[in-house]
């Protein structure tokens, strides 16, 4: 370098190259750290939530960071979200009947199986009297299940936002340092 313009033109280069590599260092970060909230969050669901389905356990999905963003989030999914959201805020649900078998009309998972209750019906071996599903056996009947009220109360048990904001304080700085190792590493 025979001159100061050079030593700046050198410098310029330098921190432009990384800049670009920090920026790099900064997605591979973020979408590491994203997809550790997600399995802590899946950890915590099946900790809090009895018995959770299968459907329920793939609740959450990861909105990956990109060059635009630098930003990654995990966030439950729409149709989850619309019965998640009273395990994990609490309060007051209303406007639908629910559906609560006995234990003997329970699945693994505590609910009644898809497509049994009109598959009775078809068969024509159940029918409601007072809000009650009675079932029609051989020699007698029982009650299979009940329909709740249209109201119902819930308390927090979902530590959802506690899991999330504690396993990313956790881990984002273990992996941005890896992730800027490789970016300075990688780079051209």
Request: hydrophobic share 40%; proline share 4%; glycine share 4%.
């Amino acid at each position: 370098m025979n001159s100061a313009k050079d030593f700046n033109k050198f410098f310029d280069k330098a921190f432009t190259k990384i800049g670009k590599q920090v920026e790099f260092a900064a997605v591979l970060a973020a979408n590491e750290i994203a997809k550790d909230v997600q399995i802590g969050v899946e950890r915590q669901l099946n900790a809090d939530i009895d018995r959770p389905t299968p459907f329920t356990s793939k609740a959450f999905k990861i909105n990956r960071a990109n060059k635009k963003t630098l930003s990654s989030s995990v966030e439950i999914k729409p149709i989850q979200a619309k019965y998640l959201k009273y395990q994990i805020e609490g309060g007051t649900r209303s406007g639908e009947t629910v559906l609560i078998p006995r234990k003997s009309a329970q699945n693994k998972y505590g609910n009644m199986p898809r497509n049994k209750l009109s598959k009775l019906k078809q068969q024509g071996k159940t029918y409601v009297a007072n809000g009650v599903v009675i079932q029609k056996m051989a020699r007698k009947v029982k009650p299979l299940a009940f329909f709740a009220p249209k109201k119902a109360q819930y308390k927090k048990i979902f530590k959802f936002f506690e899991r999330a904001h504690s396993t990313a304080k956790k881990v984002s700085s273990r992996h941005f340092v890896a992730s800027l190792r490789k970016a300075l590493a990688t780079a051209r």
